[in-house]
């Protein structure tokens, strides 16, 4: 392999460490235990530095998390419904299971355990914390579902209708509730601090606000610079800390409008990257499964973003984007979509949401063509989604997709080559441009040059289509 001309790449946009934060709570350390679901992360960190202190290797997916009075610490598990336990000492283990969407935690101050299903579910559980007995359906919430939960003074549960923009409170003995509070957006956590008073974070407003439990007043608290949040927790002597899932950042709130930077926020899992003009400049757009996001191409500066808020935003988990005339085309093989976004607006003009586990989607003159988790790759017209037009199947994890002049080349993940699958447009048998390579992903042409992220290998490849001649252009590279 040609190697002159290699470059060492420079950071133009920062990643968060954390790739989206998501329940923290206080711990008996003193330092702020964290969940990431996407990561697969849980730490503790030092409330002051940040620095990390303990890493659970056990965990898969953390999302909420939640101490027992003795100390041991327990999180959910959203994508496999289990609840992790780990006692002071490190030891951990699978404490009980009640399915996917498992999502709130929290325990009363005699131990006992009370966990919450949303998106998957609407039911809210007690579960035994030492797993010997089953699990026991306290009630079902319905449309009222909650995503955090806490026990107050006076021993009942408060839940975050995140759906219902409300607050409720359950009586963890007869399985009645009530709602508390409306008007408090798409709550995602209520706590509450060692004085009684619960608070509520609203995840599309990026605002804390303090509920009167008896008269339902909401208090405004703290206003955020962003939407996002996650959890929050308090301090013994009630410092309250917030978290981020759109941003990854952890920040302690010291004012209404002041924070205080514990970790620093950045970019989620970057997927995708295009050019736009938008809003009279040209315009370098990201996605990261959390939000789409514009910076200066020259500079790296942030300019807008519009981060993914349950039923605020129609952002869904972006993966990929790409030109579309004066629009972009974006997927999601999680949020299982394709969706024509415009860059000047901010906003989605079409969601095209009949195709299954699109893996990435390009222009191809007025129409578009994507590949799928199936190992397909289709082409089809935006004004006729639902006659689509097979142009390969049976592919290898098809991934990256780059179109010039007729010609169509297309990345195979789990083959390791890249094959060509239209000749002037039309169909032909794939024709193998390259292989041998280590999980290759996007792809992209200019001046006769095929350009490769070969992921496994954490290498930027060029090729030469004339003659076949492959070149290295950067290494050492970490892709997501």
Partial sequence: MNTQNKSNPET??????????????????????????????????DPETGKIEHRVEAAKGPDDLAFHP?????????????????????????????????NGIAFSPDGRLFVSQLFLGTKVYELDPDGKDAPHVI???????????????DGMLYGSGNLADNVIRIDIESGKWEVVATGVGVPSSVKFNHKGELHVLDDAGGTVSRIDIKS???ELVARLPWPGLDNMCFSPDDRLFVSSASDGYLWEITGKDTQRVVIEGGLGWPGGVAIAEAQRRTNLMVVDTF???????????????????????????????????????????????IKLWDPEKNGMVTNFDQFKAPLNAISLGDDIVFSDAAGSVTRFSTDKPDDPISLAKNLKQ??????????????????????QILEGDKIIHPRVIKDGLDAPQG????????????????????????????????EDMEFS
């Avoid at 968060?16 to 849980?42: E, K, Q, Y």
């Avoid at 780990?86 to 299971?97: D, L, M, N, Q, Y």
């Avoid at 496994?456 to 492959?470: E, F, H, R, S």
Wanted: with cysteine; hydrophobic share 40%.
């Fill in 70 to 102: 003795d100390g041991r610490l327990f999180w959910n598990d959203i994508a496999f419904g289990e609840i992790g336990c780990r006692k002071p000492g490190g030891e951990t283990s699978i404490a009980t299971t009640i399915g996917a969407g498992n």
């Fill in 12 to 45: 133009l946009v920062k990643s968060s460490g954390f790739r989206g934060i998501n329940g923290i709570a206080w711990g008996p350390d003193n330092l702020i235990w964290m969940g990431s679901v996407w990561s697969g992360t849980l730490v503790a960190v």
């Fill in 291 to 337: 939000a789409i996001r514009k910076f200066d191409p020259d500079t790296g500066e942030a300019i807008s973003a519009v981060r993914d808020v349950t039923m605020a935003t129609d952002v869904g988990w972006m993966l990929t984007v790409s030109n579309h005339g004066k629009l972009l085309v974006t997927t999601s093989w999680t949020g299982n979509f």
């Fill in 139 to 153: 009630t079902d919430l319905g449309k009222n579902a909650s995503n955090g939960m806490n026990v107050g003074l």
């Fill in 216 to 218: 339902g007043k909401v």
């Fill in 398 to 419: 098809p991934f990256g997709l780059a179109y010039a002049d007729g010609d169509l080349y297309v990345s195979e993940q789990s083959a390791g080559r890249v094959i």
């Fill in 443 to 474: 792809l992209f042409i200019s001046d006769g040059q095929l350009f490769v992220v070969e992921s496994g290998a954490g290498k930027l490849l060029a090729i030469d289509l004339k003659n076949g001649n492959l070149r290295c252009l950067a």
